[in-house]
C-alpha cells in the first residue's frame, strides 16, 4: 500500500513543535514572500517542501512520498513544452481575409 502525504495540519503542527516556527515565519526567515511556503501544502514546489522538511528535521519523501520517486528523485515530468513557438507540422488556411 502506497503511504501518504501528511496532512497540512500535521505538517504546521510539526513546524510548531520542532521547529518552533510557523510557515509565515519560515517563509520570511529564508527571504521568502510571507505566502511562499504555504504553497507547497497544495502543489508540488521543490525547493518549499526542502526548507519545510529541514526545519522539521525529515526528508521532503517522508512528508510528500507521492511528490518523489523511491531513489528520492522528483516525480514531476520535465521537459519540452507541448507545443513550441513556431510548430512546422501546423498549417493553417485562412480563407477570404484580406491584407
Do not use: C, F
Not at 501528511?6 to 509565515?24: C, D, P, V
Not at 515565519?25 to 526542502?50: C, D, F, H, I, V
Amino acid at each position: 500500500m502506497a503511504e501518504l502525504d501528511w496532512h497540512n495540519a500535521k505538517i504546521i503542527a510539526e513546524l510548531r513543535i520542532n521547529a518552533q516556527t510557523s510557515l509565515r515565519q519560515l517563509s520570511e526567515e529564508n527571504g521568502l514572500a510571507p505566502n511562499t511556503l504555504a504553497q507547497a501544502l497544495q502543489r508540488p514546489y521543490p525547493k518549499a517542501e526542502r526548507i519545510i522538511a529541514d526545519a522539521i528535521g525529515v526528508s521532503p519523501q517522508t512528508i510528500w512520498p507521492s511528490r518523489y520517486n523511491s531513489d528520492g528523485t522528483t516525480s514531476r515530468r520535465k521537459g519540452k513544452r507541448s507545443i513550441t513557438k513556431n510548430p512546422d507540422y501546423i498549417s493553417i488556411e485562412y480563407k477570404g481575409i484580406k491584407k
